[in-house]
Nanobody, 124 residues
Framework: QVQLVESGGGLVQAGGSLRLSCAASGRTFSSYAMGWFRQAPGKEREFVAGITWIGGGTNYADSVKGRFTISRDNAKNTVYLQMNNLKPEDTAVYYC?????????????????WGQGTQVTVSS
């Protein structure tokens, strides 16, 4: 399995930006589809964005389309989530997840490895 460590969370005002990073170690990072999920207090964990392991195809939740961008740098074993025009409803703990040699899935149980999460708080 791959080990994942998120960073880049913090407190930002509405309309601001943050870039989250997820550094991977272990098995070949480039062979993993990567996803970002988030969980707000009292709510279920939900899919935010994903990127395939080959071809670089991406998928986004409707709530973040046009504001968030997922990307990966296989040379650095890192996946990023650029978040622009943040809203208070984006406040959550953000997790990255890895799925071995498969397409992007929006389903939590289809991911093999998870990071510990990073807190994002957007003030109004």
């Amino acid at each position: 399995q791959v080990q994942l460590v998120e960073s880049g969370g913090g407190l930002v005002q509405a309309g601001g930006s943050l870039r989250l990073s997820c550094a991977a170690s272990g098995r070949t990072f480039s062979s993993y589809a990567m996803g970002w999920f988030r969980q707000a207090p009292g709510k279920e964990r939900e899919f935010v964005a994903g990127i395939t392991w080959i071809g670089g195809g991406t998928n986004y939740a409707d709530s973040v389309k046009g504001r968030f961008t997922i990307s990966r740098d296989n040379a650095k074993n890192t996946v990023y989530l650029q978040m622009n025009n943040l809203k208070p409803e984006d406040t959550a703990v953000y997790y990255c997840a890895a799925r071995w040699r498969s397409y992007v899935s929006t389903k939590i149980h289809e991911y093999d490895s998870w990071g510990q999460g990073t807190q994002v708080t957007v003030s109004s």
